[in-house]
């Protein structure tokens, strides 16, 4: 008996299954699906058995046999085992990325196996019962006797006994040093009066304290930010300004809520009618995709969670992804307080072994409802009804390394193995989704209506040329500025929110709004800070930063971008009393920090939640009534032919988070295009025109939906070396493809040199290129065989979600 094992070594060459000869004990026992460890050259890796079979091509003398068996019950699925061949041909992936990326990391950890007496009134073998030694768990060997693993895996068939993997991790609970900051005003007050002069450190420290009253913040947060010593915070907190806690971190996220049981809501016409069509053809068993587009706040999770519901009654399964696991907490806890228990939450914020845990939970089918972010797309169910994608045009459902695979595809694959629907839903159908439902390929279900038919909120759009030309160079307007001011005095919240996305900027004229553009591609130049110059990502057109503005001729043009910080300054600056809290790549690096910063607001810690993107989706709190973005005209520039998409999509969410309750929103849009429709729409929450109006640019300009396009980067240490590389990938392309397909490039990427490496790309845009798959994977083999000796390093991504 022979088994072909896929090995843990990632390189071309290997990139194949290996027949190894399987040991007579292991014979009644291996399956394909398990993990073993194969001696391979001169040491053993780890290797996932993919095939079992009685014989081989190998000669006798170099047959090498299977070292361990690392599973009794198989760890991949048959459903695993034929997804992983699909992936490897639709994101160019090695076999053993394909496998990995379906498992949690602990399976690939230091681990033991426990095995365990669950019915106690069986009589078990003496074989069995010298193993056990009148314990109840045992470490299991797998160097056991043929006979005795034999037996033992029928005992765990008849739930005599039971198997656990036991990570070994030496992970005492860690606790952080929390800061409590008193929460009486007058308090600090005082003490701030009774610190003398000469300790202004001290006096700093309390001054800034009186603005954050109430509040708690992690201590080293606190040294970094107030660029003060542990002296100085010592001396204060024993003045009484602010107290230390020791808090846990990595605790389960839900242990110390409590989870009211919420009963489902009677739906809205729209919402009954989505809803029977999906049960409709769930009850069919049909592998359908629908688009669910609903205006933010229609009730769509609503729709979700009974059609769940209707997929529990037959004992089935569903997996709901989201975005972003921590930056939906409300949006997750909506389903646990739907099914209780029966919820598996895949939360980045779990340990290794917490994480596997969960994930033995939905192999076993204790949990019937997974939520979680892209990976649990790949949640082992077994028998699934439905499989539901939140804010399907969100970017994350993309993974941006290898295997570089879209969630919603692998949604729509595991669908028709399942025979089961699929629900995409949005109030920002990607276009491509939507081109899709249009066609007919998915099935378009709309909610028009909010369910208590509270209105959209108002929204008005600032041109910041005018505030320029009145004297006003502040980055915020004199309306936004005003309400701010409304708000605090009414201590009502809100969100303020910086368009902010990827180092790329552009050049912007600030009297007149021009940005400069590509006079071949319609898409803005990106400035290089390095050369002082702009390039077309697209074409490869570039020149000089222009020192005066082409159409108006003034010479307010330059570079545009903004950080959270300096904003922060100016908020504190204009507004001294408003408690802030920012929310940025800087104040969530630690685990479990988004959820702690919601957690503030919700609580009415701060009157303002400063942030990027990472605000946009999923807040859900009744006390924000204004929403304020400080400059449209970031994502609009983008380098990206999504650029105008990516730019309405975040401005109709972050306009959804006003206004969800009783009070009233508004929304307070800056910027420097107030004309352009991506604006314009978005004003008015109008998406159909606005994909009318998008669908006619790429038509014009052959941009997907019309075409498709892959990415092709190539790095190198020598820009020499990167450059030829490059060339020769775009002349290997235009030799391979067909003459309707379009070669774009080599051009320099928009970041041109990370850690050292210089980077190049190419663009290939294509309607019909049916063999690109093998066509790359050919060029792949080149690449894998020769050039990747020589320093270059390669990545393909087909259907990119940004091409920066
Ligand atoms: P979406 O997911 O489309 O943003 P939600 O499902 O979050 O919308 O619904 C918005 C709000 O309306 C939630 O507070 C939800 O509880 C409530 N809601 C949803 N459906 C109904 C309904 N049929 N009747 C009353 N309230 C509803
Ligand atoms: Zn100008
Ligand atoms: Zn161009």
């Known amino acids: 008996m022979f088994a072909e094992v896929i090995v843990d070594v990632a390189a071309y060459p290997i990139d194949r299954p290996f027949d190894y000869a399987v040991p007579e004990k292991f014979q009644t026992i291996i399956e394909s699906g398990s993990r073993v460890k194969v001696p391979f050259g001169n040491r053993h890796v780890l290797g996932f058995v993919t095939a079992i079979k009685s014989e081989t091509d190998v000669p006798v003398e170099k047959q090498k046999p299977i070292g361990e068996l690392l599973d009794i019950e198989p760890v991949l699925t048959q459903e695993m085992l034929e997804m992983t061949k699909w992936l490897r041909r639709h994101t160019l992936c090695y076999e053993i990325d394909a496998l990995q990326v379906m498992l949690p990391s602990a399976l690939r950890a230091k681990y033991e196996k426990i095995l365990e007496i669950v019915d106690h009134n069986f009589e078990l073998p003496q074989s069995i019962q010298a193993m056990f030694q009148q314990k109840d768990r045992v470490e299991l060997k797998v160097d056991e006797s043929k006979e005795l693993l034999t037996t033992i895996k029928k005992l765990i068939k008849e739930n005599i006994l039971a198997l656990e993997t036991v990570v070994k991790q030496k992970t005492a609970v860690k606790k952080v040093r929390m800061i409590l900051i008193e929460s009486d005003v007058k308090i600090l007050q005082e003490i701030h009066l009774n610190i003398s002069n000469k300790a202004k450190k001290q006096k700093d420290v309390v001054k800034w304290m009186m603005d954050y009253a109430g509040t708690r913040i992690v201590s080293t947060d606190l040294l970094k930010r107030l660029n003060t010593s542990n002296a100085v915070l010592q001396a204060v907190m024993e003045k009484g300004a602010a107290t230390l806690e020791l808090e846990e971190i990595y605790r389960d996220p839900y242990a110390d809520r409590t989870i009211n049981v919420s009963a489902k809501h009677s739906l809205t016409n729209e919402q009954h009618l989505a809803l029977s069509e999906i049960i409709f053809s769930y009850d069919k068993h049909e592998a359908k995709t629908f688009l669910l587009h609903g205006i933010t706040g229609s009730g769509k999770t609503e729709v979700y969670l009974q059609a769940i519901e209707r997929a529990l009654q037959d004992q089935k399964e569903a997996i709901v992804l989201v975005p972003e696991i921590s930056l939906t907490p409300q949006m997750t806890n909506r389903f646990k307080e739907r099914f209780g228990s029966l919820v598996a939450v895949l939360h980045s914020g779990l340990s290794t072994g917490e994480k596997y845990d969960e994930w033995r939970k939905i192999k076993r089918g204790e949990v019937k409802v997974v939520v979680g972010a892209r990976s649990a797309v790949f949640a082992p169910f077994q028998n699934i009804g439905l499989i539901i994608l939140d804010e399907e045009h969100e970017g994350t459902y993309k993974q941006d390394d290898s295997p570089r695979y879209h969630a919603r595809d692998v949604a729509i694959w595991r669908s028709e193995y399942h025979h089961c629907p699929v629900i995409l839903g949005s109030a920002t159908p990607s276009l491509e989704s939507y081109a899709r439902a249009k066609k007919g390929n998915y099935s378009l279900l709309t909610l028009t209506k909010r369910p208590r038919d509270q209105a959209l909120p108002e929204v008005s759009v600032i041109d910041m040329r005018e505030q320029l030309k009145n004297g006003n160079r502040s980055m915020f307007s004199l309306e936004l500025a005003e309400s701010i001011r409304r708000r605090l005095d009414k201590q009502e919240q809100m969100v303020l929110f910086l368009n902010r996305r990827g180092h790329s900027s552009f050049v912007l004229c600030r009297d007149c709004g021009t940005v400069v553009e590509c006079p071949n591609c319609d898409i803005s130049m990106t400035y290089h800070r390095h050369q002082e110059r702009i390039k077309c990502h697209y074409c490869g057109e570039e020149s000089q930063v222009p020192n005066i503005c082409p159409e108006c001729k003034s010479d307010h043009i330059r570079f545009f971008g903004t950080g959270t910080q300096k904003v922060e300054e100016e908020i504190a600056r204009l507004f001294p009393t408003a408690r802030v ?30 942030g990027t993107q990472m605000i946009a989706k999923g807040l859900d709190f009744p006390n924000i009534t204004l929403v304020g973005v400080l400059s449209a005209d970031t994502t609009l520039h983008l380098a990206d032919f999504r650029a105008a998409e990516k730019t309405f999509q975040l401005l109709t969410q972050v306009s959804g988070r006003a206004g969800r309750h009783d009070k009233e929103g508004e929304v307070i849009v ?64 235009r030799e391979n493809l067909s003459n309707s397909t379009e070669i774009i490039g080599p051009t320099a990427s928009s970041i041109s040199r990370v850690q050292n490496r210089y980077r190049y790309q190419c663009l290939i845009k294509y309607k019909k290129e049916p063999t690109l798959p093998e066509v790359l994977q050919q060029l792949t083999r080149i690449y894998r065989t020769d050039w990747m000796k020589k320093g270059i390093l390669m990545s393909i991504d087909l259907n990119p979600s940004s091409i920066m």
Do not use: C
């Open 581 to 610: 809290l920012r929310m940025d790549v800087d104040t969530t690096r630690k685990k479990g920090s988004h959820e702690h910063i919601l957690k503030l607001f919700g609580d009415g810690k701060a009157d303002i939640l400063l």
């Open 670 to 733: 800056q910027t420097y295009t107030p004309e352009h429709y991506a604006i314009q729409f978005a004003k008015h929450h109008d998406f159909v025109p606005f994909y009318n109006q998008e669908m006619v640019n790429r038509k014009q300009f052959a941009y997907p939906p019309y075409t498709f396009v892959a990415f092709i980067q190539i790095t190198h240490e020598d820009v020499l070396m990167t450059a030829e590389y490059a060339h020769k990938t775009a002349n290997w392309l």
